[in-house]
């Protein structure tokens, strides 16, 4: 079975512009969260979403957003980017029997 | 508001020898899930166990085991034999509660594996 797969894999973007990240759970998998990893904060959560709703919302401004599909592929948006911003972003997906969760290589975004 | 505690420096470990990685937790809640996961240089987050706060035997997958401590809310991980492939990041974390999937991480510990 393949993993979580995230696109791209890198990012440049410049400070005000927006930016699409993303991210196809495993097959079968219908929840789907994404985490934001620095160096200074570590990973935080951002938001997670089960069959295309959003169940829970980490603490970030309104900039990011995000949604889920029918297929149950989901992406996650930022507008307004800010050097702050820079990070990995990291989606996982969650089958519903178990807690586990297995996460996808990341998205290295990098905002100059 | 959980909270994850991993204060160990990075470490050195002799390969085929085996290290503990400590985790403390902090929760007021009676139902939860506890969480260690690989991070190799290449970024991606490997799931290596998962022990619930209601589960009466320890966690073990192949050559990790979690020496879970409820009482004293300690979840450490335990890597036996180690190999050269286990220097990473290794983070520890918890689950929200009641069906609540989000992770609070802890900062991580550094583990080189020298031969």
């Known amino acids: 079975k393949a993993g979580v797969t995230q696109t791209p894999r890198y990012l440049i973007k410049t400070r005000g512009q927006q930016v699409t990240l993303s991210c196809s759970p495993i097959?079968?998998?219908?929840?789907v969260s994404w985490y934001q990893q620095t160096p200074g904060q570590g990973l935080q959560f951002l938001f997670e979403?089960?069959?295309?709703?959003?169940?829970n919302k980490g603490n970030f401004p309104g900039r990011f957003s995000g949604r889920q599909f029918s297929n149950s592929r989901s992406e996650m948006n930022v507008s307004t980017l800010e050097l702050g911003d820079s990070a990995l972003y990291l989606c996982?997906?969650?089958?519903?029997?178990?807690?586990?969760?297995?996460f996808g290589p990341g998205t290295r975004l990098t905002v100059t | 508001a959980q909270k994850i505690t991993q204060t160990q420096p990075g470490m050195f470990v002799q390969e085929k020898e085996a290290v503990t990685l400590d985790c403390t937790y902090d929760?007021?809640?009676?139902?939860?899930?506890l969480f260690w996961y690989k991070q190799p240089s290449s970024g991606e987050m490997i799931f290596l166990i998962y022990?619930?706060?209601?589960?009466?035997q320890n966690a073990t997958e192949g050559r990790y085991s979690l020496n879970f401590q409820k009482a004293r809310k300690s979840a450490n991980l335990v890597i036996s034999a180690s190999q050269l492939g286990d220097s990473a990041m290794y983070f520890c974390?918890?689950?929200?509660?009641?069906?609540?999937?989000?992770?609070?991480f802890g900062k991580g510990n550094q583990v080189v594996v020298i031969p």
């Open positions: 996982a997906s969650r089958p519903t029997s178990s807690y586990e969760q297995y």
């Open positions: 097959s079968g998998h219908r929840s």
């Open positions: 979403y089960f069959s295309e709703t959003q169940r």
């Open positions: 929760t007021s809640d009676q139902s939860y899930g």
């Open positions: 022990q619930g706060s209601y589960d009466e």
């Open positions: 974390a918890m689950r929200d509660t009641y069906g609540n999937n989000r992770l609070a």
